[in-house]
């Protein structure tokens, strides 16, 4: 396994990674990047092991629900590459699952490289997304023809690939690029349907990077994106090499969108668990600020924490469902509950906008132009401020100051945005997860429960669509 500071030495490989139009040859050094990689970076030394041909406890497959559960719960407190690698890892293992019965070889070389990346100790990101084109037409049908990653050269020793993936977190900071189809494909789209594992200083790899990084030289005013934060990465395949041992999937299109729906359920899951946590402290601040303004006991203030409330409880309560409703698979690896993931999933994403709405509601305009610490210790300004935004005597000024900051980072600002977009796009858009919610719905049981309970059971037998 690798330190923290032979991590840092890892990147320092000759990958190609921009950032804001200008190269970026010293990532941990970098004033922005490199406190991601930090991040990255305690991550590595919280999980060394020294004993040769140890694996860290973040990547064990869990066998059971409590194992799961106890994944779940640990994933929470990892930085985002330490959790993209374990989703990566179970990605593939899920793929392998799926696709061992007609593709027995890809299935072994899958696992063969989880194995080799567990005792590597390298960090993995999910390249799924791709541009696209046209969205109104399919992979093989757009006026350029990369739109979609593809294969463009076969090899006896491998494969080039050409094309490019968007949105992918840390994509600069790991190892390894999971690079796998972004949806089903037909026949005629065998150059699409192409699973690969890309090293990130592979050539023509090249990664540009965009963050929500504060850009002010006083982070106290962000106390949560100014000590976290993650790039995304636009990835760039300009006529990559790829050898067969790291080609999991080429040409076989029934097979395409295994690997989408295998990393959707991992996505979703730990989407979940994000939201999970992240509902209870959006509560809590409504909670803390109300109280703060004096306006606790109000009925209406009341009614809006307890619909927040409600929602927390609910997505709580589906990732409780889909981890003591998980599966058993043939490798003795348990998965989550596709439904509860997926139902979950899809009312978290489609009631953030609400959960935001009711805390900015009642916690005032202050979440935007309350001042700065800075501000606060101003020898002619401070004072007063303090006096001004304090609003009784057990409510200081620079404590409800400091509550207005952390909304504002979490919900109204650069991070604000990140969160909104990605609770609706990680893991799949909220079409995606009704079509996956749809698909695993007991649907027949509920035909036959609403049949028996109607009296009409001598229609139970009749699988006809007009009854």
């Known amino acids: 396994m690798m330190t923290g500071d032979e991590y840092r030495a890892s990147l320092d490989d ?33 999980f060394y092991d ?24 640990l994933h929470e407190t990892v930085d985002l590459l330490t959790h ?6 179970m990605t593939l293992l899920t793929a392998a699952d799926r696709i061992e019965a007609k593709l027995p070889e890809n299935a072994q070389r899958i696992r063969d490289y989880v194995q080799d990346a567990q005792q590597r100790d390298v960090r993995i990101t999910q390249c799924i997304t791709d541009a696209k084109g046209d969205r109104s037409r399919r992979a093989g049908n757009q006026d350029d023809p990369d739109a979609y990653v593809r294969v463009v050269e076969r090899r006896a020793d491998g494969v080039v690939i ?13 190892h390894e690029l999971m690079t796998i189809p972004t949806k089903a494909m037909k026949p005629g789209e065998e ?113 809006k924490i307890s619909e927040m409330m409600i929602n ?21 690896a348990a998965f989550p509950n596709e439904l509860y993931t997926n139902v979950g999933k899809y009312h978290g994403a489609a009631n953030y906008s609400l959960m935001v709405r009711h805390l900015h509601d009642i916690a005032g305009g202050s979440v935007l132009t309350a001042p700065s610490i800075a501000d606060l210790e101003n020898e002619e300004t401070g004072h007063l401020i303090r006096k001004y935004m304090s609003t009784k005597q057990s409510v200081d000024g620079n ?31 909220l079409y995606a997860q009704r079509i996956v919610s749809r698909m695993h719905y007991p649907l027949d049981k509920a035909k036959q429960m609403a049949l028996e309970y109607a009296g009409m059971t001598e229609y139970l037998q009749q699988d006809n669509g007009s009854k």
């Open 14 to 46: 000759g990958r190609e990674t921009f950032f804001e139009g200008r190269q970026v040859t010293d990532l941990p050094g970098h004033p922005l990047l490199g406190i991601t990689v930090d991040t990255a970076a305690a991550g590595y030394d919280r």
């Open 50 to 73: 020294p004993a040769p041909g140890a694996v860290g406890e973040f990547m064990k497959v869990p066998a059971s629900a409590a194992e799961l559960r106890e994944q779940v719960e």
């Open 84 to 89: 993209v690698t374990y989703a990566s890892i």
């Open 162 to 174: 050409r094309g490019a993936k968007l949105h992918i977190s840390a994509a600069s900071m790991g």
């Open 191 to 303: 150059d699409y349907a192409i699973a690969a594992m890309v090293p990130v200083n592979a050539p023509g790899v090249k990664i540009v990077n965009t963050t929500y990084a504060p850009r002010h030289e006083d982070k106290r005013d962000f106390p949560v994106s100014g000590k976290h934060h993650t790039p995304e990465g636009f990835v760039i395949f300009d006529d990559v090499f790829v050898p067969n041992d790291r080609v999991f999937l080429d040409g076989v299109t029934e097979f395409a969108a295994v690997f989408a729906h295998s990393l959707g359920l991992w996505e979703r899951l730990g989407g979940l668990s994000s939201m999970a946590s992240g509902y209870d402290r959006l509560v809590g601040y409504a909670q803390l600020i109300s109280e703060a303004n004096g306006l606790e006991k109000m009925a209406h203030i009341k009614e």
């Open 312 to 332: 927390a409880t609910l997505i709580r309560a589906s990732l409780e469902a889909a981890i003591d409703n998980c599966s058993i698979t043939s490798d003795g």
């Open 399 to 429: 404590y409800r100051t400091r509550l207005f900051h952390a909304i504002r980072d979490t919900t109204a600002d650069a991070l604000g945005g990140w969160s909104a977009v990605t609770n609706i796009q990680a893991g799949g858009g």
